[in-house]
């Protein structure tokens, strides 16, 4: 398989604090991207980043990439119990399908 | 939310049956991909439609067939069901074909083998 790993499996702060994500992808990519999804439901996009870029930001998301070490990372901040969900970062190769990690389960208490 | 609809919810079905699951395409979008999730991991790629055509296809035996209609909707069927295929099938709409697009998942339909 060429899934992809993310750091840590689960992950519990208090809101206001911030949750950072790490991901370590196999494959070379076209681009990576980062989907929450709640309660084993629908997945939703929060942020792409491309190949040739190293950093983006999205309201509270900010993602880095760093392709000679085929890691990424997603920081949320001043999180919210909203927040609470699985992440997933996702291989975006170009060919047809996307490759998704096991997923980071975050849970932010009141 | 997406405009991505899938139908049935929930469904649970016996070993050995055959199951059809349906998805409604986002408006524009003419690539279909469908996705298994199995509960605690992340969704594995099943395989892709374009204009009607297959457009790839993941590690799944040939028991996993679909179809899509002139108007984008798609269905997955699966046939001799086998107690590992219970999962979570996620299917996810694009304007494109191929990669590099965001994909628009719809909710899901929970498939229950038993």
């Known amino acids: 398989s060429q899934q992809g790993e993310e750091d840590p499996q689960a992950l519990s702060i208090q809101e206001g604090e911030n949750a950072t994500m790490n991901c370590s992808y196999k494959t070379s990519i076209n681009n990576l991207q980062w989907y929450r999804q709640n309660s084993g439901r629908g997945l939703v996009h929060l942020i792409l980043?491309?190949?040739?870029?190293r950093e983006k930001h999205s309201g509270r998301l900010r993602v880095t990439l760093d392709t000679s070490k085929k890691s990424s990372s997603l920081l949320i901040t001043a999180s919210r119990a909203a927040d609470t969900a699985s992440y997933f970062c996702?291989?975006?190769?170009?060919?047809?399908?996307?490759?998704f990690g096991s997923g980071t389960r975050l849970q932010v208490q009141p | 939310e997406t405009g991505v609809t899938q139908s049935p919810t929930h469904l649970i079905k016996t070993r050995g049956q055959q199951v059809t699951l349906r998805c409604s395409s986002q408006s524009g979008h003419n690539t279909v991909s469908w996705y298994q999730q199995a509960l605690g991991q992340g969704p594995q790629f099943i395989f892709q439609?374009?204009?009607?055509?297959?457009?790839g296809r993941g590690n799944f035996p040939p028991r996993f067939s679909g179809l899509q209609f002139p108007n984008y909707s798609s269905e997955l069927n699966v046939n001799a069901l086998e107690l590992d295929d219970s999962a979570l099938y996620l299917c996810a709409t694009s304007p494109a074909g191929g990669g590099t697009d965001t994909q628009y998942f719809g909710p899901g339909t929970r498939l229950t083998v038993l």
């Open positions: 980043i491309r190949s040739n870029e």
């Open positions: 996702v291989e975006d190769t170009g060919r047809r399908a996307l490759t």
């Open positions: 439609y374009y204009r009607e055509e297959e457009n």
